[in-house]
């Protein structure tokens, strides 16, 4: 086994990679570029190197930089994680030329299963089911849409090299054919260094399931079952379970089979990934594999108890594996959910600065519930726009799917995170969601369950009832400290007041207490428009960000913060403004002026902060709706922004190259 190895990766990946080296007794050494000198993983390696300037394609993706961090460290392998240089097979063999340990499989499985055309050519020979398309090199954008004529809409654009969702595009007409060629091809130049293009059939009412093999240097490959990603925005997975509700067992061995049998074809070895796309029959169609660990492999390692990236180091260590496919088995239910710095109310559009407060929920066995958070980043941490946006990756497991979701509904609504936007309140209404709940799943869930978008969702009567007993027993205790705080001038005094309202955003609930003392901890009963009374009880203090105790019984988590006159609460993917006041206060409330939000109808605001690639139009020019005017960069991915109704241009504010914060004007219209 290697005494010593570099993690060629960042973030939550490299964390992970060097927790299961230390628990083998192997030292690590962590690589750096400036951006993330003060990062999680360099304080948790052995020894760190910095390698570079911020931008990746300057520090993490240059290969001899890594290899020089090696000769320094005295390392004998590298793992490379997923994304920068995983399924770069030029750095393998690189690698194996200087003696060093590429901890994945060879180059020659690297390469024929890193480009999307050859793979697809490769699976069908090893009898492995594949999707119509178009696997030769396009020409242009006229060629494009020939292509795409031919295969019949909806098609399938996507870059050769392609990963992470980028380079991907679907078109249901020529235009969106055309268009999506030209995007797909500039994003995989960019991100890539590989502008080849493909197209195939596009399989509606899709589910995405991929099937984790592993596989050794003596001839042993098996699969761990499978993965349900289908959950998916801007064809970028969110969440994933282990196993997919929809496969019955004669699916799965086939699957299972056929990635057994592709992974052979090409002398596989370590851990690798064979995604499908799976129709409404069960019909299954070969996508693509992934030759390295998955961002998703948590829940394969909670439903196998197979710890991935041990066995990854010990197949390229020589090892042979130690167990085989009748071994495996599928115990319980695992869900992980893709924790991400982005605005889900702002079509998850990236979102970047400091984490002011990051405090996850504790990790461990809780009743017949597991947690476990793969995180890659601390409170004061900095999400900047040269990376990927996710923050973690929380993971829950229970011996049934239903149980599993309700403990990571519970995890995230104790999941605290200030400073940024993030999609803990998408995430959060999902597990609430009847359709998620009972399975019914396709990569177009959240278009079809969210059309307009997502907007947190207002609450119905029963957390209604919830929320206000929550924000009365914050309000209380928040005025009895400062009536306890010395040298106050006129702190209240005779009776606790009876009769309260609690203003939920624009609806006003009579709140009476019953019976209670106002103390830590907090005991009540309370009566809410002449309802049954609540008992309310909580050891929660003025400060913490998330209430915790229990209302009639039921254990409830809310997120709290503070706002002018009352506090914010989020509850279960249910958010709320409260306000409680005294019935007089709330009787003169009513009579308050709305104030009406400015005017930003006749502006072209930048959605999130980012770099400006191109501006479509000039000044003076009359544009129409759902013409494109201007394309910004974030986090890797080119976001093209369209006119949302006919006008003309009177004043463009921004050029190619800037660097935009979130909400700057663009460009002006009348």
Same mark, same amino acid.
């Given at each position: 086994?290697?005494?010593?190895?570099?993690?060629?990766?960042?973030?939550?990946?490299?964390?992970?990679?060097?927790?299961?080296?230390?628990?083998?007794?192997?030292?690590?050494?962590?690589?750096?570029?400036?951006?993330?000198?003060?990062?999680?993983?360099?304080?948790?390696?052995?020894?760190?190197?910095?390698?570079?300037?911020?931008?990746?394609?300057?520090?993490?993706?240059?290969?001899?930089?890594?290899?020089?961090?090696?000769?320094?460290?005295?390392?004998?392998?590298?793992?490379?994680?997923?994304?920068?240089?995983?399924?770069?097979?030029?750095?393998?063999?690189k690698?194996?030329?200087?003696?060093?340990?590429?901890?994945?499989?060879?180059?020659?499985?690297?390469?024929?299963m890193?480009?999307?055309?050859?793979s697809?050519?490769i699976?069908?020979?090893?009898?492995?089911?594949?999707?119509?398309?178009?696997?030769?090199?396009?020409?242009?954008?006229?060629?494009?849409?020939r292509?795409?004529?031919?295969?019949?809409?909806?098609?399938?654009?996507?870059?050769?090299?392609?990963?992470?969702?980028?380079?991907?595009?679907?078109?249901?007409?020529?235009?969106?054919a055309?268009?999506?060629?030209?995007?797909?091809?500039?994003?995989?130049?960019?991100?890539?260094?590989?502008d080849?293009?493909?197209?195939?059939?596009?399989?509606?009412?899709?589910?995405?399931?991929?099937?984790?093999?592993?596989?050794?240097?003596?001839?042993?490959?098996?699969?761990?079952?499978?993965?349900?990603?289908?959950?998916?925005?801007?064809?970028?997975?969110?969440?994933?379970?282990?196993?997919?509700?929809?496969?019955?067992?004669?699916?799965?061995?086939?699957?299972?089979?056929?990635?057994?049998?592709?992974?052979?074809?090409?002398?596989?070895?370590?851990a690798?990934?064979?995604?499908?796309?799976?129709?409404?029959?069960?019909?299954?169609?070969?996508?693509?594999?992934?030759?390295?660990?998955?961002?998703?492999?948590?829940?394969?390692?909670?439903?196998?108890?197979?710890?991935?990236?041990?066995?990854?180091?010990?197949?390229?260590?020589?090892?042979?594996?130690?167990?085989?496919?009748?071994?495996?088995?599928?115990?319980?239910? $695992?869900? %992980?959910?893709?924790?991400? =710095?982005?605005?889900?109310?702002?079509?998850? &559009?990236?979102?970047?600065? !400091? @984490?002011? #407060?990051?405090?996850?929920?504790?990790?461990?066995?809780?009743?017949?519930?597991?947690?476990?958070?793969?995180?890659?980043?601390?409170?004061?941490?900095?999400?900047?726009?040269?990376?990927?946006?996710?923050?973690?990756?929380?993971?829950?497991?229970?011996?049934?799917?239903?149980?599993?979701?309700?403990?990571?509904?519970?995890?995230?609504?104790?999941?605290?995170i200030?400073?940024?936007?993030?999609?803990?309140?998408?995430?959060?209404a999902?597990?609430?969601?009847?359709?998620?709940?009972?399975?019914?799943?396709?990569?177009?869930?959240?278009?079809?369950e969210?059309?307009?978008?997502?907007?947190?969702?207002?609450?119905? $009567?029963? %957390?209604?009832?919830?929320? =206000?007993?929550?924000?009365?027993?914050?309000? &209380?205790?928040?005025?009895? !400290? @400062?009536? #306890?705080?010395?040298?106050?001038?006129?702190?209240?005094?005779?009776?606790l007041?009876?009769?309260?309202?609690?203003r939920?955003?624009?609806?006003?609930?009579?709140?009476?207490?019953?019976?209670?003392?106002?103390?830590?901890?907090?005991?009540?009963?309370?009566?809410?428009?002449?309802?049954?009374?609540?008992?309310?009880?909580?050891?929660?203090?003025?400060?913490?960000?998330?209430?915790?105790?229990?209302?009639?019984?039921?254990?409830?988590?809310?997120?709290?913060?503070?706002?002018?006159?009352?506090?914010?609460?989020?509850?279960?993917?249910?958010?709320?403004?409260?306000?409680?006041?005294?019935?007089?206060?709330?009787?003169?409330?009513?009579?308050?002026?709305?104030?009406?939000?400015?005017?930003?109808?006749?502006?072209?605001?930048?959605?999130?902060?980012?770099?400006?690639?191109?501006?479509?139009?000039?000044?003076?020019?009359?544009?129409?709706a759902?013409?494109?005017?201007a394309?910004?960069?974030?986090?890797?991915?080119?976001?093209?922004?369209?006119?949302?109704?006919?006008?003309?241009?009177?004043?463009?504010?921004?050029?190619?190259?800037?660097?935009?914060?979130?909400?700057?004007?663009?460009?002006e219209?009348?």
């Open positions: 086994m290697f005494k010593k190895i570099l993690v060629a990766n960042r973030g939550e990946i490299a964390c992970r990679v060097m927790k299961t080296a230390r628990r083998m007794g192997i030292a690590t050494v962590a690589v750096y570029s400036d951006a993330d000198a003060d990062a999680v993983h360099v304080e948790m390696a052995d020894e760190a190197v910095h390698i570079g300037p911020p931008a990746a394609n300057q520090s993490y993706l240059v290969a001899d930089r890594i290899i020089a961090a090696c000769k320094e460290t005295g390392a004998e392998a590298v793992h490379p994680g997923y994304g920068f240089l995983s399924e770069n097979a030029a750095f393998c063999e690698l194996e030329a200087e003696d060093i340990v590429f901890i994945g499989p060879k180059p020659k499985a690297i390469q024929a890193g480009d999307k055309i050859t697809k050519k699976a069908a020979e090893a009898g492995v089911s594949t999707v119509p398309g178009f696997m030769g090199l396009i020409d242009d954008a006229e060629h494009a849409v292509i795409a004529g031919e295969i019949g809409y909806p098609v399938m654009i996507k870059a050769s090299a392609g990963g992470g969702g980028k380079g991907m595009r679907i078109a249901w007409n020529d235009g969106e055309r268009e999506g060629f030209e995007r797909s091809k500039s994003e995989a130049a960019s991100s890539f260094g590989d080849r293009i493909f197209i195939e059939k596009f399989v509606e009412e899709p589910r995405h399931i991929e099937i984790q093999v592993l596989a050794d240097a003596h001839g042993n490959c098996l699969y761990l079952g499978e993965r349900e990603c289908s959950i998916q925005r801007r064809n970028q997975k969110v969440v994933e379970e282990a196993p997919s509700p929809f496969l019955d067992a004669e699916t799965r061995a086939a699957m299972g089979a056929q990635s057994v049998a592709l992974a052979k074809a090409v002398d596989y070895q370590s690798g990934t064979v995604e499908f796309i799976v129709d409404r029959n069960r019909n299954f169609y070969f996508l693509e594999m992934n030759t390295r660990l998955q961002v998703e492999h948590p829940v394969t390692e909670l439903v196998t108890g197979i710890d991935l990236v041990e066995q990854m180091l010990r197949v390229a260590a020589g090892e042979a594996l130690s167990f085989g496919q009748a071994d495996v088995k599928l115990n319980g239910w $695992a869900i %992980e959910s893709r924790i991400y =710095a982005e605005d889900p109310v702002r079509n998850f &559009l990236p979102s970047i600065g !400091r @984490l002011t #407060r990051y405090r996850p929920p504790e990790e461990g066995r809780f009743g017949d519930a597991v947690l476990r958070n793969d995180t890659g980043v601390t409170e004061g941490s900095e999400i900047s726009m040269f990376y990927d946006p996710m923050i973690a990756k929380l993971c829950t497991w229970a011996p049934e799917r239903l149980d599993a979701i309700n403990a990571m509904s519970e995890a995230l609504d104790r999941f605290v200030d400073g940024i936007e993030h999609n803990i309140p998408f995430l959060a999902l597990m609430s969601h009847p359709r998620w709940r009972e399975g019914r799943l396709s990569t177009g869930f959240i278009a079809e969210f059309p307009d978008g997502f907007a947190p969702p207002a609450p119905m $009567a029963g %957390e209604r009832a919830v929320l =206000a007993a929550v924000a009365l027993a914050v309000e &209380l205790l928040r005025r009895d !400290r @400062l009536d #306890r705080l010395t040298g106050r001038l006129a702190p209240h005094s005779g009776e007041k009876r009769d309260w309202v609690v939920l955003d624009d609806e006003y609930l009579s709140i009476s207490l019953v019976e209670g003392m106002i103390s830590i901890p907090l005991e009540m009963d309370i009566r809410i428009d002449d309802a049954d009374p609540l008992t309310v009880r909580s050891s929660w203090r003025p400060g913490e960000p998330v209430w915790a105790g229990d209302v009639n019984g039921r254990a409830v988590a809310v997120q709290v913060r503070p706002i002018l006159n009352g506090v914010r609460l989020a509850w279960q993917g249910v958010t709320a403004s409260a306000r409680v006041m005294l019935p007089r206060i709330a009787d003169l409330d009513r009579l308050m002026p709305v104030r009406e939000a400015p005017d930003t109808s006749k502006m072209l605001l930048c959605p999130m902060p980012g770099l400006v690639v191109s501006i479509a139009v000039t000044g003076g020019q009359e544009v129409k759902g013409e494109i005017l394309v910004v960069e974030a986090m890797k991915m080119e976001n093209v922004l369209r006119a949302e109704r006919d006008g003309t241009v009177t004043k463009i504010n921004a050029e190619p190259g800037d660097s935009l914060a979130v909400d700057a004007i663009i460009m219209f009348e």
